[in-house]
């Protein structure tokens, strides 16, 4: 009766340990970076610990908020669209201003792959301080690059390059 008073806990114990060390070891392979929870939690003893804005977070607000879009682009914007006059769709830069800014949504649900037209994928490319959207349909023509940077510790849409025709 005493070795099963004894091994319960005990195994209780050895469970708990190795259910966080395994997640820690698992966020460590998928290079997963800490949430914002996280990060608080870690640095409630340092204070001049600092927080980055999540990416992801923060495009998924980008793309619902309209408010919080306008903020976060740099206008004016340069843009590089396609040229309609020009014959072979020649890409021009252009510069948009805050009152001609459309609503932009960069949300990604894996069914645009498989839906029946303008499917697409979308992937985003990180460097050290900056982040591309990048948008490429399947045999229709959909290319744009969208190039955020990370000004202050915040995301910023800085430029968008759009080639589709």
Not at 97 to 116: A, F, H, I, Q
Request: with cysteine; proline share 3%; aromatic share 16%.
């Amino acid at each position: 009766m005493k070795i099963t008073s004894l091994i319960f806990p005990s195994l209780f114990i050895f469970l708990f340990i190795s259910c966080f060390q395994g997640s820690d070891e698992k966020n460590k392979e998928q290079g997963r970076e800490k949430t914002e929870e996280e990060v608080l939690m870690d640095s409630s003893n340092d204070l001049t610990a600092s927080y980055e804005e999540e990416f992801d977070e923060f495009i998924r607000r980008f793309s619902t908020d309209e408010s919080f879009q306008f903020e976060r682009i740099k206008f004016p914007i340069s843009v590089v669209v396609p040229d309609t006059g020009h014959e072979g769709m020649a890409p021009m830069k252009e510069s948009v201003g805050k009152y001609d800014w459309e609503m932009l949504d960069l949300t990604y649900d894996s069914t645009y792959l498989t839906r029946p037209y303008d499917q697409y994928y979308q992937a985003v490319r990180f460097r050290k301080d900056t982040a591309v959207v990048e948008l490429r349909g399947i045999n229709n023509g959909i290319y744009a690059n969208y190039y955020f940077a990370l000004i202050d510790k915040k995301w910023y849409l800085v430029t968008l390059y759009e080639a589709s025709f």
